[in-house]
């Protein structure tokens, strides 16, 4: 990220432009998280009921995610879902995700640590810097290992797994940076599906083992 505050990733006004473009076709990530910051909560709010719905009928399809906005609108709605534990392979490349996803991010945690679970990000070709005031704040809950891809100069396919059956699995894509094409930004989305959380789940430890032995 291009700042280095150490309350960065909480502050989802930083770094916002005036105006945003009218056509999603142009619209840049800078643009995408100025129009996520000017959502209500009760909009929000009002999606949970879609996901709900999903849950409660064991929907197992996944949703396409096809630009950063919708990864924002989709993603807070698997935070607000999650109760027991969090995996995370990331790269912090100056997009701001999680700063614009504070508010659920935290009230995911806070969860997570009253059930006495783990919430873990594997940093990819990134600096953990941003991350360390809520670090702190959940000490006992939040845990991030950094990691460097194999491939020299190449990144690696992102993914997060909440609880065990919600599962956002993006697609490649190069480094984002605040002016980029929104429109890179494409995921499958499942928030119903025990098999792909088991999966990933299981991907995702492999990794984190291999790292933390590492260290």
Not at 75 to 96: I, K, P, Q, V, Y
Not at 100 to 118: A, D, E, H, P, Y
Not at 128 to 157: M, P
Request: net charge negative.
């Amino acid at each position: 990220m291009p700042s280095q505050d150490n309350d960065n990733v909480c502050d989802p006004a930083k770094g916002r432009p005036d105006e945003v473009s009218g056509s999603s076709a142009g619209m840049t990530i800078a643009e995408a998280q100025k129009i996520f910051s000017q959502y209500t909560n009760d909009f929000l709010e009002e999606q949970e009921h879609f996901v709900d719905l999903l849950r409660k009928n064991h929907i197992e399809q996944a949703l396409s995610n096809s630009n950063y906005l919708h990864a924002l609108t989709l993603t807070d709605l698997m935070f607000r879902h999650t109760d027991r534990s969090f995996r995370m392979l990331t790269g912090f490349e100056g997009d701001g995700f999680l700063k614009c996803l504070c508010k659920s991010f935290k009230s995911m945690l806070t969860r997570i640590q009253k059930r006495g679970g783990k919430a873990r990000i594997i940093l990819v070709d990134g600096d953990a810097t941003d991350l360390q005031s809520i670090r702190k704040e959940f000490k006992d809950t939040l845990e991030v290992v950094e990691a460097v891809s194999s491939n020299s100069g190449s990144s690696v396919a992102h993914f997060l797994v909440c609880d065990t059956d919600m599962v956002r699995d993006e697609k490649f894509h190069e480094k984002l940076a605040e002016d980029g094409n929104a429109n890179q930004i494409h995921a499958e989305v499942y928030f119903a599906n025990r098999f792909k959380g088991e999966t990933f789940s299981r991907k995702f430890d492999l990794i984190w083992e291999k790292l933390v032995l590492a260290k």
